[in-house]
Nanobody, 115 residues
Framework: QVQVVESGGGLAQAGGSLRLSCAAS????????MGWYRQAPGKQRELVAR???????RYADSVKGRFTISRDNAKNTVYLQMNSLSPEDTAVYYC?????????WGQGTQVTVSS
């Protein structure tokens, strides 16, 4: 069983920045990939950014150039740096860990961007 815990959400103004953190209960170097997803009210959960154990990254088109996913293996933590935020980024952000054939999710952290 892997636990992932998100932190760093909150309220930001349009054009501002926030950094989300996701701490895993196991060495992330042993995790296939970790990702950030988000779900806005009335919408499906969508992938925001993902990083593999080898460091390969993938981003949703809507966040390319604004968001950056990174990892600190020593801290077993993955980060999502979010810049140039817009109200359309308002959602609950979830951390996901892909371990072998299983997915583990955090409880989510709310990000609200005001115009």
């Amino acid at each position: 069983q892997v636990q992932v815990v998100e932190s760093g959400g909150g309220l930001a103004q349009a054009g501002g920045s926030l950094r989300l953190s996701c701490a895993a209960s196991m060495s992330i170097s042993s995790i296939n990939a970790m990702g950030w997803y988000r779900q806005a009210p009335g919408k499906q959960r969508e992938l925001v950014a993902r990083i593999t154990g080898g460091g390969r990254t993938r981003y949703a088109d809507s966040v390319k150039g604004r968001f950056t996913i990174s990892r600190d293996n020593a801290k077993n933590t993955v980060y999502l740096q979010m810049n140039s935020l817009s109200p359309e980024d308002t959602a609950v952000y979830y951390c996901n860990a892909e371990v072998r054939e299983s997915d583990y999710w955090g409880q989510g952290t709310q990000v609200t961007v005001s115009s």
